[in-house]
């Protein structure tokens, strides 16, 4: 059973940094791809970015490069670190994992979810 925790949302100011993580049980960096999702109110669930395991194999939304990092503990702890935050970063973030290969930033593609953690920036 694959268990997906979220945590480090909080309330910023715009250029602000603020850094979530997501801790998997029952799932490895190893077994395949992990990523971050974000979902603002009344629009679709976008990926953010993606990584797996082949060494410095990252995948982002154009809207964040630049601006977040997605990284791994070689474990089962993922990161994603978000600077010069934006008010349009204003959302659900979510913590997503699947066995299957390769790593995109299509929903369809995760089967396995965390609960979320809210990310709110603030002009």
């Known amino acids: 059973q694959v268990q997906l925790v979220e945590s480090g949302g909080g309330s910023v100011q715009a250029g602000g940094s603020l850094r979530l993580s997501c801790v998997a049980f029952?799932?490895?960096?190893?077994?395949?791809?992990m990523a971050w999702f974000r979902q603002a109110p009344g629009k679709e669930r976008e990926g953010v970015a993606a990584?797996?395991?082949?060494?410095?194999?990252t995948v982002y939304a154009d809207s964040v490069k630049g601006r977040f990092t997605i990284s791994d503990n070689g474990l089962n702890t993922l990161y994603l670190q978000m600077n010069s935050l934006k008010p349009e970063d204003t959302a659900a973030y979510y913590c997503?994992?699947?066995?299957?290969?390769?790593?995109?930033?299509?929903?369809?593609?995760?089967?396995?979810w965390g609960q979320g953690t809210q990310v709110t920036v603030s002009s």
């Open positions: 029952g799932y490895t960096y190893s077994s395949g791809c």
């Open positions: 997503a994992a699947d066995f299957r290969l390769p790593c995109r930033l299509e929903r369809w593609r995760y089967a396995y």
């Open positions: 990584i797996y395991n082949d060494p410095g194999r």
